[in-house]
């Protein structure tokens, strides 16, 4: 472990992961791509859909890292809620990094337009609604991978323009 490693956290909302009927398969894209990108991750955090989401951010955001990245729970099934449980912890949105993932995700199929996620801050941690599926997710990792750095810079208090 780096000193100066950003440190980040995944959370899947997956009722059906959670309770081991299926694998989910978009926590290793994403721990792939933040270690990748030089952040320290630990394990990911795989919990039911619905409030469970809420209390495992809000435990996440306890431990203060640079990046909470969730993967499920962003469509219109009547459980999926991450969208609802982060809202409230957010004290700044990033609409337009949600508008470029599900313009993004739009490229590749039309149901991408139906992905409620958010993106913000708290604190000094950036916390971004990702789509379930592996496909979805990668779309969204990909309009995330010029600016990570970038926004976390200036989270942490950095001007870096360039």
Same mark, same amino acid.
């Given at each position: ?15 059906? #992961?959670? !309770?081991? %009927?299926?694998? /989910?398969?978009?926590?290793? %894209?994403?721990?792939?791509?933040? !270690?990748?990108?030089? @952040? ?8 039911? /859909? $619905? ?15 640079? %990046?909470?990245? !969730?993967?499920? &729970?962003?469509? *219109? ?13 957010? =004290? ?21 337009? *139906? ?6 801050? #708290? $604190?000094? !941690? @950036?916390? %971004?609604? *990702?789509? $379930?599926?592996?496909? $979805?997710?990668?779309?969204? *990792?990909?309009?995330? /991978?010029?600016?990570? &750095? ?5 989270? =942490?208090?950095?001007? &870096?323009?360039?």
């Amino acid at each position: 472990m780096s000193a100066t490693a950003r440190r980040a956290a995944v959370l899947i909302a997956s009722t059906r #992961a959670a !309770t081991g %009927v299926y694998t /989910d398969r978009s926590a290793p %894209v994403i721990t792939g791509w933040l !270690t990748g990108h030089g @952040f320290e991750v630990g394990d990911p955090v795989v919990v039911p /859909d $619905g409030a469970p989401v809420g209390a495992a951010l809000r435990r996440l955001l306890q431990e203060a890292p640079a %990046v909470i990245v !969730t993967s499920g &729970g962003t469509g *219109l099934s009547p459980d999926d809620a991450t969208p609802e449980m982060t809202e409230p912890l957010l =004290e700044r949105t990033i609409p337009g990094i949600m508008e470029a993932i599900r313009a993004a995700g739009r490229a590749t199929t039309p149901h991408a337009a *139906l992905s409620r996620g958010h993106a913000g801050t #708290a $604190g000094r !941690t @950036f916390i %971004v609604n *990702l789509p $379930g599926s592996p496909g $979805g997710v990668a779309d969204a *990792l990909a309009v995330l /991978d010029p600016i990570i &750095g970038h926004l976390c810079d200036q989270i =942490e208090g950095g001007h &870096g323009h360039g």
